[in-house]
């Protein structure tokens, strides 16, 4: 199975370490949303799609590769890491997974954990969620990928 991750880890490297730990269960190469490659990622039998939240919003690097990509037919799965909880009537990976339907993907799953933030107010005080990825997030990751494959 050919898997590739996309993602966007600007801040701390907290949504990179998720990717490389679903990566390694999956056997996927991961590149930046600059790095990918959209033919490579319409062929792929699996892809995931990864960011950090901005206000509320993932990496606009990572909406505008998936608006690029030409309609597929294939499996996705989304994830984020945050500071603050995803609400669940406006989760943070949503308007991405209906993005990606509508390009013809068969969207697998989604999966969130929290991470260090220091945004705004948040440095301030040295951040929020500082131990976080933990290694139960982690675990939390590699189980979700496990399932994907």
Not at 13 to 26: E, F, K, P, S
Not at 86 to 107: D, H, M, N, Q, S
Not at 108 to 129: I, K, M, Q, S
């Given at each position: 199975?050919?898997?590739?991750?996309?993602?966007?880890?600007?801040?701390h490297?907290?949504?990179?370490?998720v990717?490389?730990?679903?990566?390694?269960?999956?056997?996927?190469?991961?590149?930046?949303?600059?790095?990918?490659?959209?033919?490579?990622?319409?062929?792929?039998?699996?892809?995931?799609?990864?960011?950090?939240?901005?206000?509320?919003?993932?990496?606009?690097?990572?909406?505008?590769?998936?608006?690029?990509?030409?309609?597929?037919?294939?499996?996705?799965?989304v994830?984020?890491?945050?500071?603050?909880?995803?609400?669940r009537?406006?989760?943070?990976?949503?308007?991405?997974?209906?993005?990606l339907a509508?390009?013809?993907?068969?969207?697998?799953?989604?999966?969130?954990?929290?991470?260090?933030?220091?945004?705004?107010?948040?440095?301030?005080?040295?951040g929020?969620?500082?131990?976080?990825p933990?290694?139960g997030?982690?675990?939390?990751?590699?189980?979700?990928?496990?399932?994907?494959?």
């Amino acid at each position: 199975m050919k898997s590739v991750i996309v993602c966007t880890s600007v801040s701390h490297g907290n949504t990179r370490r998720v990717a490389d730990t679903m990566a390694r269960v999956l056997g996927a190469a991961v590149v930046s949303p600059g790095e990918a490659d959209l033919a490579e990622l319409a062929a792929a039998d699996l892809v995931g799609f990864g960011s950090g939240v901005y206000l509320g919003r993932l990496h606009p690097n990572l909406t505008g590769l998936v608006r690029a990509l030409p309609n597929v037919r294939g499996r996705a799965f989304v994830f984020a890491t945050s500071g603050l909880p995803e609400l669940r009537p406006a989760p943070y990976t949503r308007p991405l997974v209906r993005r990606l339907a509508a390009k013809g993907f068969r969207v697998e799953g989604t999966f969130t954990c929290r991470a260090l933030d220091t945004w705004g107010p948040f440095g301030l005080v040295g951040g929020v969620n500082r131990q976080r990825p933990d290694a139960g997030d982690l675990a939390a990751a590699r189980a979700f990928a496990e399932r994907l494959r």
